[in-house]
């Protein structure tokens, strides 16, 4: 349990770099390439360490459309996110995440038929509220907004079809298959204009979520 947090506590210090980073080199690659890299860089660590302490890869045959379907809204809620880096600042991009829970717990109740509780609804103003507070939605919605928005809402769905695996496997193992998965998909629109100039900068980030 302690690790557990401790993992949780860490990875939620290294986003707010992660995705300063990101922010930096939008002014220079598409969202494409950097979430293309990003996974691709990712993927090929979580391999190392599998090969490294004997873990094996996989996806199990009862869950490979669960397994594309969850990437692609993962794939879909990061890409989106890169794209608000780069037209407004790093608050309100990251703003638009804050409805994620809201979009999770929507569809629990809808899908899942989980039941409301007091605490959830708390957390769901408050959500709310940091949103708004953010984003500031009184001025208009530009495009970053609306794609800051779009990343939350994804990330949300994502979050909700995680609860729907039919099978537990390996963490190490999700998290290979589905950042090479991912790096597959972005792939072709990545790679549409040709490689870029490679360098330090462009493979340090890894995804957050």
Known sequence: MQLGVSFLVLAMLLTPAV???????????TPMMIAF???????????A??????????????????????TMLIMGAMTSLIAALGMVPMAKAVGGFLIAPIVS?????????????????AGSALAVMGAAV???PEAGLEPGSLFALLGGALLGAYLSATRGATTQT??????AVQCLLGAGLLAPFAL???LPALSPELLVSVPGT
């Open 37 to 47: 890299l990003r996974y691709l860089s990712a993927g090929l660590i979580a391999l």
């Open 134 to 136: 953010l984003m500031r």
């Open 170 to 175: 390996d963490p190490l193992s999700t998290l």
């Open 19 to 29: 995705d300063g980073v990101a922010k930096t080199l939008s002014s220079e690659h």
């Open 105 to 121: 717990g929507i569809l629990g109740i809808l899908v899942w038929g989980e039941r409301p509780s007091a605490a959830r609804l």
């Open 192 to 194: 549409a204009g040709g």
């Open 49 to 70: 360490l599998a090969r490294a302490t004997g873990r094996r890869i996989e996806i199990p045959q009862g869950d490979r459309v669960g397994q594309v379907l969850r």
